[in-house]
């Protein structure tokens, strides 16, 4: 089915930029028009545009023609290309309603390899906004960790399909970091092959961008979510410290909507500024008296360390059937923490998966494993 075109609007006065950006641009799928910053006002009235793209060109009235745009029709796209890269300019275009930034040259080609993904975005967001749902942004990513202090409890199972779930069923931008290093996990789960891992970004860790991380990260092929695995080289890896996960979650913040980690059960310097880092701790817990030790446990450590847990953590139940021990209202009574999610214990379907190395989540429509389902839940109420 062919879709739409969008219509779409280059504000230039830079020819080269004007013709590579044109060059880059599928003129089957969208309709194209090229102006000069004189135009700008005319040309808004007279049609209303899914993007406009702003070269760089004349500072003076550029913030003013990006808020002009935005006030004639507000959800018009706007992508900002910039030949310098004046933070103070960034900032007052960023306020004035732009969506995106790319600093040129450096930046064009990140521009380029992202704006099809912009595209589903925006559509998307046409598509939502009627429900009135999220709407998302640079600038404002959250990073939910999943954790539990006993191993096999199905952190890297229900991280996973959580980060392919909100991929798929929403409009954000979503990043993978798999913390276990040393042992890694997420790339078997996956069935990614890579040479690449979170450790080639040490050298770039004090100034580390957009493009970097991109560089380094796996684009699962179903979900397109970005995925960045750990390094399993024992020796390499002992090089990470807190510093660097500060800087890695701090910079991936920046770039994505949701960054959602997977963590190791041993608490350590690592594991520690991960879970300072985070928006939310997703305690994963299986429904029985061992488990609610480990809890305990961890709460103590954590109280030792300073870590305020109160209103970051909640509890994921894990494995619940039947057979279990304790059902949810007896975890209700016996712990403190609000319960996010409950999911099912689902051995044979979701073995199944696990064993062909085959990646859970798959497309928006398909029909869903009890255990997919109730993550499907879990991400539902955390979108809304
Ligand atoms: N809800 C569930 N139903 C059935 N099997 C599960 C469930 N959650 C986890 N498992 C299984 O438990 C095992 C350990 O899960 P994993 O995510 O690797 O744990 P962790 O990362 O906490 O060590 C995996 O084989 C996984 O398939
Ligand atoms: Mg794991």
Redesign the pocket.
Known sequence: MMSEPFDILIVSEEDSITTQVLNAIDRDENNVTVIGSNDVSREINRQTRDFVIFIQANTDYVVEQVQYVKSIHSPTYIIFLATDSDIGLLRNIMRAGAEEFFILPDELSLFFSRFPTMQKNYKLRMETDKDNAVVFGRGRGQIHAFY?G??????????STYAQTIKLESAAEVILIDL?VQFG?IET?MSLETNRSLIDLQPVINELNESHIRNVSQTEQHSKLEVLISPTDAGVAETIDGEFISRLLRACRRSFDFCII?LP?FVNENTVTAIEEADKIYY?LQPDTPSLKVLKHFEEISERLGIDLKTSMQIIL???SKEMELKEKDVKDLVRYPIAAT?????KK??TF?NKGDPIRKAQKEKLIP?SK?IRKFAKSVLS
């Open positions: 539990s006993k191993g096999g409890t199905g952190k890297t199972v229900i991280s276990n996990g789960i997977d059960s994963v894990n494995n619940m999911v099912r214990r689902d051995y979701l073995q696990i255990f109730d």
